[in-house]
């Protein structure tokens, strides 16, 4: 990938990630670090490709390992996130819902 | 043609993934919001099969994602809601580490990469090797893991960490830029020195300190992501990690600024450290009983509850819970005050009066409830220490002198539910616990809080 639109995408990432995050709540600051640890669960695609070129031992090895933590970070952060936010509830539950 | 449906496919994930934490911005939508990234997660996982660049090891992927997936699933849905923090320490760290691995396997193919890339890669390594064990030291000091429990110091430190962090980067950057020809003994001394340098950075750090480093980390295992995507050409792993290391680093300022101390500060561990004598303590500690404190909160007017880790240690929000539920029916006025840091994470006291079925708009920060404690006849102090001291507000010399407090000594009486007489996280003496209005309600949070509710309801 040419260098100058890797920097493009970062950029554009960067403010976006801040635009996301500095309108939040405090209440949901716990939730969104949860929800922002699994996104970058990603990593999982990226360790798939890594595995799937490994051609010697070693490579293997550490690209099956990579597999594994990527997986891991990704379901892991799933399942904790929505456990967490399943409890938001308002007392008004079904205005909340409109 | 399989090329443009596996970048279609990574698109539809990115875009996915920023909608997502979009939505988990507003407690409303906030759950529909992950589900929305997990899609998009599925999505990019299944197409990456496919992937024209895979050529072997199917069998070792999937086996290799049904364990780490498998594992995480169990553990995340078994673990209790007090142990979230540690929980999402831990899986940042496998995030980490699998950014570190992606390095470790491009790099250990020595193929002929463009400098920019192969920059990117040992970054990335080096950031991802960080967090990784990092994560893991936090993971094991909020565990409670004996070995890491406590702030962990030596003699110039610091002078070590610096010079281990500097050999670590020098040995990246001769791998950076001598294109094919580093040795593998190299690059193996490289990890290890980035594994350990995560180690020593962490080990000094208190546990009150540790939301702040596990958002750092979050943040940290963002990037490594993100430039390992720029390594292996993959734009939703680029967009996905920087996204997440903005928004972490954001998340992490924040955190920081609402104890009141930079960063770096907090890195570098200055805490406890406060110069000259702390002012002297007026006044003794009185205790009250059970019964005596549900009088007084069920003829009062306003109550306003201020839980802390303490809260989460005894499991005591559900008995909170129940509490609110009776004064309210008394017509009591019950409110919420959440300081910014209360617990190990911010919002963490949020999330486990919402699993405990506190309404959410009975919960308020401290800005907006702050000016309140004024007209609140009781306000109820459970678990929580340095977050309503007064020495914040009034002694220079305290460690904690500056940090925003819930002002619950304003209130006209206080009443403190704690399981002995220590001093808080910082070890700092609370002077809150020595004022005329306040009155102390020893045991486990738990256990008085079920006294106060039977209490309440017998008058």
New interface residues.
């Given amino acids: ?1 040419d ?1 100058f639109t ?1 920097l493009y ?2 950029m554009l ?6 635009e ?37 031992g ?3 090895l ?30 008004n539950k079904g205005a ?2 409109a | 043609m399989t090329d443009f449906i596996v970048n279609l496919a ?1 698109f539809i ?1 990115a875009v996915l ?2 909608y ?3 939505q ?5 939508n ?2 529909s ?3 929305w ?2 899609a998009g ?1 599925v999505l ?2 299944v197409i ?2 496919i ?1 024209p ?6 069998i ?2 999937i ?11 169990y ?3 078994r ?1 209790a ?1 007090t142990d ?2 540690q ?2 320490a ?3 760290g ?2 980490g ?3 570190a ?2 390095a ?3 790099l ?2 020595r193929h002929d990469l463009p400098l ?1 890339v192969q920059l990117m890669a040992v970054l990335g390594a080096l950031i991802g090797s960080i967090a990784f064990s990092g994560s893991l030291v936090a993971f094991a000091k909020l565990q409670g893991i004996k070995a890491f429990s406590g702030v962990i110091r030596f003699k110039s430190q610091q002078m070590v960490n610096a010079s281990l962090f500097g050999v670590t980067v020098l040995i990246g950057l001769v791998i950076a830029f001598s294109g094919t020809d580093y040795s593998l003994f190299t690059l193996f001394i490289f990890f290890v020195l980035a594994l350990a340098f995560g180690v020593m950075m962490t080990l000094p750090i208190g546990g009150a300190d540790m939301p702040v480093v ?2 750092l980390y ?1 943040a940290l ?2 990037l490594a ?2 430039f ?3 390594v ?17 680093t ?2 992490t300022q ?2 920081a600024k609402a104890m009141n101390r930079p960063i770096s500060n907090v890195l570098f561990s200055q805490f406890g450290g406060g110069t000259g004598e702390a002012q002297a303590v007026t006044g003794s500690m009185k205790a009250i009983e059970s019964p005596d404190a549900a009088i007084m909160m069920a003829f009062a007017e306003k109550v306003i509850i201020i839980p802390g880790y303490g809260m989460a240690v005894a499991q005591a929000q559900h008995k909170i819970q129940e509490l609110t539920k009776v004064l309210t029916e008394r017509g009591v006025k019950v409110k919420f005050a ?1 300081h ?1 840091v209360a617990g190990r ?4 006291m ?2 486990l009066l ?2 405990a ?1 506190v ?5 308020y ?1 401290l800005d907006e409830i702050n000016e309140e404690f004024g007209t609140a006849d009781v306000a109820l102090v459970i678990g929580a220490n340095d977050v309503v001291n007064p020495v914040a507000r009034t002694d220079p010399n305290s460690p904690i002198f500056g940090m925003p407090i819930l002002n619950a000594d304003h209130a006209k009486n206080v009443i403190v539910i704690k399981r002995g007489q220590g001093a808080g996280f910082s070890g700092v003496e609370n002077h809150l616990f020595f004022a005329d209005n306040c009155r102390m309600l020893y045991g486990d949070g738990q256990k008085v809080a079920s006294e106060l509710v039977n209490a309440v309801k017998e008058l």
């Fill in positions: 990938m260098g890797a995408i970062f990432a960067a403010f976006t990630g801040y996301v995050i500095s309108k939040v709540p405090v209440i949901l600051h716990t939730p969104l670090m949860s929800g922002s640890n699994f996104v970058h669960g990603i990593v999982l695609v990226g360790a798939m490709v890594a595995l799937g070129q490994a051609e010697t070693t490579e293997t550490i690209g099956f390992i990579a597999v594994l933590l990527g997986a891991g970070n990704a379901v892991g952060g799933y399942v904790v996130t929505e456990r967490m936010l399943e409890m938001f509830k308002s007392s909340s819902k | 990574y994930a993934f920023i997502g934490l979009k988990m911005a507003s407690p409303n906030a759950r919001g992950i589900q990234a997990g997660m990019a996982t990456t099969f992937h660049q895979i050529h072997s090891n199917y070792l992927m086996l290799a994602i049904g364990i780490g997936g498998g594992l995480a699933w553990t995340g849905k673990v809601m979230m923090p929980m999402i831990l899986y940042n496998m995030g580490g699998a950014a691995a992606i470790g396997v491009e250990l193919k920019g596990i958002s979050n295992t963002g992501v993100g390992e995507g720029y292996l050409g993959n734009p939703a792993m680029m967009i996905a990690g920087i996204v997440v290391g903005s928004a972490g954001l998340l924040l955190m959440i910014p994470m911010p919002g963490h949020n999330v919402a699993e079925g309404p959410y708009d009975m919960i920060d």
